[in-house]
């Protein structure tokens, strides 16, 4: 997943340098707090499109990486007669 996103982060930039610095500190996290933790950020990060030093470094920071991402739940829309819709508005 690192290497995803080390490749994300690269073809996000309009210039591939441009993300090199980037793509060094979230490296460089694998010191601090190891590979299988970075691993999972980095597949967090590419889940939330949170493709950036910072992103990583505060999902690391904050334990975020042994968390599920929640997904949106699919609620069906509630239908009654004080709910105005879009077509009140217009």
């Given at each position: 997943?690192?290497?995803?996103?080390?490749?994300?982060?690269?073809?996000?930039?309009?210039?591939?340098?441009?993300?090199?610095?980037?793509?060094?500190?979230?490296?460089?996290?694998?010191?601090?707090?190891g590979?299988?933790?970075?691993?999972?950020?980095?597949?967090?990060?590419?889940?939330?499109q949170?493709?950036?030093?910072?992103?990583?470094?505060?999902?690391?920071?904050?334990?975020?990486?042994?968390?599920?991402?929640?997904?949106?739940?699919?609620?069906?829309?509630?239908?009654?007669?004080?709910?105005?819709?879009?077509?009140?508005?217009?």
């Amino acid at each position: 997943m690192l290497s995803l996103l080390v490749e994300k982060i690269i073809e996000d930039r309009p210039h591939p340098e441009q993300g090199y610095r980037s793509c060094l500190g979230i490296i460089g996290l694998e010191k601090r707090f190891g590979t299988e933790r970075l691993e999972a950020a980095a597949r967090r990060a590419l889940e939330i499109q949170a493709r950036n030093y910072p992103s990583v470094k505060s999902i690391l920071e904050k334990g975020l990486d042994k968390v599920p991402v929640r997904k949106a739940s699919e609620h069906t829309p509630i239908f009654h007669t004080n709910i105005r819709g879009p077509g009140y508005y217009h």
